[in-house]
């Protein structure tokens, strides 16, 4: 599955929707996806989403569209 991950850069700041920034991942469960986004980035993770198919699609259709892959 491909989950939308919300994040703010900075875990100093409080959290403001003007500056939300997102990545997508793929994993096994919104569990895993949340544990990746964790471990392997120092942002503050606001919330984790999993896509529909359709919601899938329609960010797909963004030339930048890719999924972060983590070593």
């Known amino acids: 599955m491909v989950y939308k991950v919300y994040y703010q850069e900075s875990m100093d700041r409080n959290p403001k929707r003007e500056n939300t920034q997102s990545f997508f991942l793929e994993a096994d469960s919104h569990a895993d996806a949340y544990a990746l986004a964790q471990k392997n980035t120092d942002f503050n993770i606001e919330t984790v989403e999993e896509l529909s198919d359709a919601a899938l699609v329609y960010e797909q259709a963004d030339p930048e569209?890719?999924?972060?892959?983590?070593?």
């Not at 569209?65 to 070593?71: A, V, W």
Request: aromatic letters at 28%; proline letters at 0%.
């Open 65 to 71: 569209f890719s999924l972060t892959t983590f070593n």
